[in-house]
């Protein structure tokens, strides 16, 4: 089992920033890529950006050029910097996990954290 906590949403003004952390606990050796989604209201949740162990990264179009994640594998967190941040981006945050063991891989989610960019 792992677990995801996320931290770091709230409201701010377009062009602000905002960072999001998430840190993971329990089985986190199996960890590998890791990631950040986002739901806005009546619409399907959708990739953010991902980055896998090594490092290597893909961002949503939408967001290129404006977020950066990274991540610290010996404190197994992932972190979303967001950077000029526009209404369109109000959802709520999710961080993801996708554990592999052998031929499995399983998908964890964290709960989620409000991010509001008022115009």
């Known amino acids: 089992q792992v677990q995801l906590v996320e931290s770091g949403g709230g409201l701010v003004q377009t062009g602000r920033s905002l960072r999001l952390s998430c840190a993971a606990s329990?089985?986190?050796?199996?960890?590998?890529?890791m990631g950040w989604y986002r739901q806005a209201p009546g619409k399907q949740r959708e990739l953010v950006a991902t980055i896998t162990r090594d490092g290597s990264t893909d961002y949503a179009d939408s967001v290129k050029d404006r977020f950066a994640i990274s991540r610290d594998n010996a404190k197994m967190a992932v972190y979303l910097q967001m950077n000029s941040l526009k209404p369109e981006d109000t959802a709520v945050y999710y961080c993801?996990?996708?554990?592999?063991?052998?031929?499995?891989?399983?998908?964890?989610w964290g709960q989620g954290t409000q991010v509001t960019v008022s115009s």
């Open positions: 993801h996990a996708r554990y592999t063991f052998g031929p499995a891989a399983f998908d964890y």
């Open positions: 329990g089985s986190i050796s199996g960890i590998n890529a």
